[in-house]
């Protein structure tokens, strides 16, 4: 059974960052009151965001964003739009916009230090992520 959407908008303060939205989802998922298993499913609603799990001790976040930056050759873009921001669409889709995490009890089912993250490519900018609940059937 697919739960009742819920949209979480998310402010970001620089051109690339990364922000750790994990407690936020995990509130979603506790404010369901399921107390089941089942799995939440995440989409950022924007070309040029990602989602995905990651370890944040001190400085990883930087590091990703360095390897990010370091993965897309400097090439002449012929996006009709504005060339310059195409390594930000190639980021977002290499690293993807939706993620499906387990749950169970409430609460994400996460390994040990992984967090959930927005990957702010083309910031600052105002972010929406949907979040969808799919709750195992009831007997």
């Known amino acids: 059974m697919l739960e009742p959407m819920e949209y979480l908008t998310l402010e ?21 009151g399921h107390k089941g298993a089942g799995i939440c499913f995440l989409n950022v609603l924007h070309t ?10 001190p400085g990883t976040d930087l590091d ?11 090439l002449k873009y012929r996006h009709p739009h504005d060339p310059e921001h195409v390594p930000d669409h190639i980021l977002s889709t290499l690293i993807g916009t939706a993620l499906s995490l387990p749950y169970e009890r409430g ?4 390994g040990t230090w992984q967090r959930v993250i927005l990957v702010e490519l083309d910031g600052p900018r105002q972010r929406q992520v949907v979040c969808a609940l799919m709750v195992e059937k009831q007997s």
């Open 64 to 74: 990703m964003l360095d390897a990010f930056e370091a993965m897309v050759p400097h």
């Open 48 to 57: 040029t965001a990602a989602l995905t799990t990651a370890d944040l001790d």
């Open 107 to 110: 609460e994400l089912v996460l």
């Open 12 to 32: 970001t303060h620089r051109k690339r960052e990364i922000i750790d939205i994990t407690s936020r989802i995990n509130r979603i998922v506790a404010a369901s």
